[in-house]
């Protein structure tokens, strides 16, 4: 396919195909609960809700929620924050639903909401409208390298592991990266960091998916070269000595969007008050994470055997923003923690969601012809978001004018204008588009 092909079909205002029946329930959802649709005083249709969440450190708005008791003083004590042992297992207990045993909701990768309403990562490719209500943080994923690359010079620029994972292949070893779900923001991170150094990671190196709380086991016994995943596990890897940061995801993008509170759309259509609860209740929680004076409490709730079961300090030194690189390189206030709140984090931009489904097409997760604007009106329900904000009386300087935070500037200089991700694409040398 030709570039000119490519840009012409992104241009098109056309879903999906096989996707017109998601479209139009998402759509309905939104004509039944346009934003302030609440109905002011009335109590939560439900008082619980199945949230699920992955051990990692962008998870903590709801822990936090379920801990201080935030989802109770909303007026949903019984909301249910679940441990799910991987990305896949997160996706089919949404399907399942709360209701047969599943899920409601989940804090999740930006990208799933929309692989999932489209039929892309489900089984029989049966569509499951999900809406993103709100952004749970910015920033401190990292992408680690196996001790073995320690003297090879790499960092944020990725090029000087591309003549030695040649050799290594010429060798007739296997190189392999890890992520945790594929089309996911990890995976899209790792891509973006090999190509930006001239590898294309379709041919030369292999790609396997492994959970977020594996990836230092697996490392450990040799099963990766490279891995991408969020915190702690990047930590806990150079506090182990098994591996060491070549980057953090902030020095690629910084600022840059991470994981989103994702709601089943028909837990939103049949709990509209109750989705307005639990919106409040994990703003309110991210506040209270965002407070560098909570930075200690907070890795040790996480460190416990119920949420995470790993030591505080795998926590505690990236949460603050310091980054033990493990390769010689120790960083103070590098800026580059985690945002729960400061910054709009909460607030779950129209065109954030955008570059992870332009990305997502470049990688050939999703169709050339996504009409990426249509797909983003549909599933991100920022409107939502502001709804609860002015119901809890957040400040108005924390709730942004625009659903888009414009054009991104990347650290090679590539620029994503959400308002053409056309020239975005023909701007990328190495993608799956041909």
Excluded at 108 to 125: A, D, E, F, H, R
């Amino acid at each position: 396919m030709t570039k000119s092909t490519t840009t012409s079909l992104l241009t098109r205002r056309a879903f999906l195909a096989g996707t017109t029946a998601t479209a139009a329930t998402l759509v309905a959802a939104k004509t039944l609960f346009p934003s302030g649709a609440f109905a002011q005083g009335a109590g939560p249709e439900v008082t619980g809700a199945k949230l699920g969440f992955i051990a990692l450190t962008d998870a903590s708005a709801l822990v936090i929620a379920k801990e201080k008791g935030l989802f109770a003083k909303h007026g949903v004590p019984d909301v249910e924050v679940l441990k799910q042992a991987s990305w896949g297992a997160t996706r089919d207990n949404l399907v399942l639903g709360g209701a047969a045993n599943g899920i409601d909701g989940a804090h999740i990768l930006t990208p799933m909401p929309y692989l999932i309403s489209t039929g892309k990562v489900t089984q029989n490719n049966v569509p499951l409208p999900m809406s993103i209500v709100a952004r749970l943080n910015l920033d401190s994923q990292a992408i680690s390298v196996a001790q073995a690359y320690k003297d090879v010079g790499v960092g944020l620029d990725s090029s000087p592991l591309k003549d030695v994972f040649a050799k290594r292949k010429a060798e007739g070893k296997e190189v392999t990266v890890a992520m945790t779900f594929p089309g996911g923001t990890h995976d899209l991170w790792i891509r973006y960091w090999l190509a930006a150094g001239g590898i294309n990671p379709n041919t030369e190196v292999s790609t396997i998916t492994v959970p977020p709380p594996q990836m230092v086991a697996n490392m450990k016994v040799g099963n990766m070269d490279a891995f991408c995943v969020g915190e702690p596990w990047n930590e806990q890897l150079v506090n182990q000595g098994i591996g060491f940061t070549a980057a953090s995801t902030g020095e690629l993008w910084k600022g840059h969007p991470e994981k989103a509170l994702g709601l089943r759309t028909d837990f939103i259509e049949k709990n509209p008050i109750a989705t307005r609860a639990i919106l409040m209740a994990v703003m309110e929680a991210a506040q209270w994470a965002d407070d560098m004076a909570n930075k200690e409490e907070l890795s040790q709730i996480l460190g416990k055997r119920g949420w995470f079961n790993v030591p505080p300090a795998d926590v505690l030194g990236r949460l603050k923003g310091d980054i033990n690189y493990g390769n010689g390189r120790v960083v103070a206030a590098t800026g580059l923690e985690m945002k729960f709140w400061k910054d709009h984090a909460s607030y779950p931009f129209k065109s954030h969601d955008a570059w992870f489904l332009t990305e997502d097409i470049r990688w050939g997760y999703l169709p050339a012809e996504t009409d990426v604007k249509a797909l983003v009106d549909q599933v991100n329900r920022e409107d939502l978001w502001r709804d609860a904000a002015k119901t809890l009386g957040v400040a108005a300087a924390d709730i942004p004018a625009s659903s888009s935070r414009g054009p991104e500037t990347f650290f090679d200089g590539k620029v994503f204008d959400p308002e053409n991700p056309s020239a975005y694409l023909e701007s990328l040398a190495i993608t799956a588009l041909g």
